[in-house]
Nanobody
Framework: VQLQASGGGLVQAGGSLSVDCAASGRAFGTMAWFRQAPGQEREFVASINWRGGGTYYADSVKGRFTISRDSAKNTVYLQMNSLKPEDTAVYYC????????????????????WGQGTLVTVSS
């Protein structure tokens, strides 16, 4: 099982960027994005349930970020709009075989597989 994240980069505040994560090896119940800024703990960004497409977002990104999936490509996307300098972090995709309910999606310890991370830098 592999998760391959890509698409990070440098963008000015107010701009947009998209990151994606291609999963190989199996289908998952829930996929998510987390991020980790220097000196800070890894934090939940957004998740999506593969069947049904239910989504959850951290309050800090709600209304600005959109998570989506392409089942045919086994890929999850994170479209980030109205980016702020505080969005600067390494973004990690994560996957869990079984679907997570709402109370569990933000817990990194419940995910079985992690991608290598992609850096997103937002300049002010």
């Amino acid at each position: 099982v592999q998760l391959q994240a890509s698409g990070g980069g440098l963008v000015q505040a107010g701009g947009s960027l998209s990151v994606d994560c291609a999963a190989s090896g199996r289908a998952f119940g829930t996929m998510a994005w987390f991020r980790q800024a220097p000196g800070q703990e890894r934090e939940f960004v957004a998740s999506i349930n593969w069947r049904g497409g239910g989504t959850y977002y951290a309050d800090s990104v709600k209304g600005r970020f959109t998570i989506s999936r392409d089942s045919a490509k086994n890929t999850v996307y994170l479209q980030m709009n109205s980016l702020k300098p505080e969005d600067t972090a390494v973004y990690y995709c994560a996957a869990r075989l079984n679907r997570l309910v709402a109370t569990g999606v933000a817990r990194p310890d419940l995910y079985d597989n992690w991608g290598q991370g992609t850096l997103v830098t937002v300049s002010s």
